[in-house]
């Protein structure tokens, strides 16, 4: 009968090395955070960035921004972000230069922390934190 993996004898490092290993596990999962928040901010920064330019162009309404955050609520329906009003932030972001100019070298972490309103929604596990979606509320619903 085998023995179960609790009950084995353990090579005399082996606590060193899983320390290490939990370490990378780690330190990768919050790197893929970060670069997913990145991603995410020249989303962000770009939908703003048309919503502006059409309403320069073309003289758009709220209206037209409510209809477009309906829309993409249903085609994007685990996306938190499309509301109107975060649609609004955006533009806003857009308008004052934003993660353009904030992550003009990569520098998005700085980012990130400027723009306190796009924040990920994690979930606990068993093996510790990971994304679960992306969320954005108004300044000060952090």
């Known amino acids: 009968m085998a023995m179960a993996s609790r009950e084995i004898a353990l090579p005399e490092d082996y606590q060193d090395l899983l320390k290490v290993l939990k370490e990378r596990v780690r330190g990768t999962r919050a790197q893929a ?28 309404g709220s209206g037209v921004i409510a209809r477009l955050a309906e829309d993409l609520r249903t085609e ?8 109107q009003r975060n649609l609004q932030y955006m533009r806003t972001m857009a308008e004052a230069g934003g993660a353009r ?14 723009l306190f309103w796009i924040r990920p929604r994690p979930a606990r596990s ?17």
């Open 33 to 60: 955070v970060r670069t997913v928040n990145s991603q995410l901010i020249g989303l962000y920064w770009s939908i703003g960035r048309d919503i502006l330019q059409r309403q320069d162009a073309e003289g758009w």
């Open 101 to 114: 100019q904030m992550c003009h070298k990569r520098n998005c972490p700085g980012a990130i922390s400027a």
């Open 126 to 142: 068993g093996t510790g934190m990971r994304p679960q979606g992306w969320s954005m509320g108004g300044p000060g619903t952090c």
């Open 76 to 83: 994007f329906p685990e996306m938190k972000g499309p509301s």
